[in-house]
């Protein structure tokens, strides 16, 4: 999860681009030939954007979901590959195990490959590979610390003599121990510290309180997972049930390390949902909702936003504003030129219409734009004149 934390803030242009796309094909479908499409920056333009961007990240959240439990069913899991359920006995996986035997051992192997079948390396490896997993499965210490920190945990255990590569773990609490230290504190100190340092940045203000309690409940599920002697109440009730009546009993149950796995998953993808899904809803909670058939008016306003008469009482609305502050920007300019006549008022009345008109006349005189459209009005005059008549020429 933290590795990934760092790249929510960027997690952006994808999904932007995708919302174009869609949108244009939604307004080719949509739309006749010939019949004008919203404009790009109306309010309809942008409601039709906001509601495809949230289906995009939608969909997307959920194939991350898809993703994860695919790749924890290809893993496989001992119990898998030995073919034993997770509650079977040391005396079941034995049993197993000699008759997996009995077709993988490497001898029988080399027989089958000296008549033209297949042995070797690969035969070789697969048997060691199921020893290693009956005597983890057979080992109670070894068993809980596998179901719960997953193959990781199998170099974790003492070799020969004690004290070799694994670090020397014999019973259940050494290897809680170990695992608290090289897998959950780890991960959660980094998890939480990006997020704080995240947020000083300015990301992830939406939605900070949740993105902190997904972490704490990650944190305690996870907690419980690793140091319980069963499994999870919401993994052996909940979980694994409903993935055996959705699949019909083709989906593999998972253990507590899987279970962690895609709890995390889970995390990170609630942490995206955050990100891309919270502004967007945001907005949505502050656009202004009247009551009753105000409010549909309202709406139905909204969405008509982009027709030429309410772009025109916009444009209207503008250019009223713009001269109230240019008039306001005037009476301050005449306020300061008429600073060194303050002890005579007649003075000051005489003068005070004229310059005005004058700062008016200057300022609209030499605005550029406004010179262009009284050129190209004089010229339309003389063309539209008759022929010899004054001012022509």
Known sequence: MSSSLLSLAGWTFLPSLVTGWIQSIYYGLTIRAGDPKPAPGSARHAEHRRRIHILVVALYLLYTVYEADYELQRGSTFYADLGVPFGAS???????????????????LQQGGASGGAGGDDGGAFFMYLKTATDVLTDPARRFAYE?????????????????????????????????????????????AALYALGLLGYMRVGRYWRWLTLAALCLFELHAVTRPGFPWVVERVL??????????????????????????????????????GPLLEQQQQQPVGG????????????????????????????????????VDAGRLIELE??????????????????????VQNTILNDPMVRDAMMRWRQKRRADAPAGARGTR
């Not at 996986?93 to 035997?101: E, G, I, P, Q, T």
């Not at 259940?172 to 998890?191: F, S």
């Not at 139905?300 to 982009?306: H, K, L, M, R």
């Not at 005489?350 to 005005?356: T, W």
Request: aromatic share 8%.
């Open 90 to 108: 040391e005396r079941d996986v034995k049993s197993r195990f000699r008759r997996l035997a009995a077709l993988h051992h490497p001898d029988k």
């Open 148 to 192: 719960r920190f997953g193959p990781t945990a199998v170099a974790w255990h003492a070799q020969a003599g004690g004290g070799g590569q694994g670090g020397g773990c014999t019973t259940i609490r050494d290897y809680v121990v170990r695992g608290a230290q090289t897998a959950l504190v780890p991960h959660y100190a980094l998890a939480a």
């Open 240 to 277: 694994n049930p409903a993935l055996r009546y959705v699949s019909a009993g083709r989906h593999a149950p998972y253990l507590p390390f899987q279970a962690v796995s895609l709890a995390r998953r889970l995390g990170i993808t609630l942490y995206i949902a955050f990100n891309q899904l």
């Open 292 to 327: 009753g058939r105000r409010g549909g008016a309202a709406a139905a306003a909204a969405a008509n936003d982009d027709s030429p008469e309410k772009a025109l009482e916009k444009a209207l609305d503008a250019l009223d504003q713009l001269a109230h502050g240019v008039d």
């Open 338 to 359: 008429m600073a060194p006549f303050v002890g005579d008022p007649a003075i000051r009345e005489v003068m005070r219409p004229k310059l005005k008109e004058w700062m």
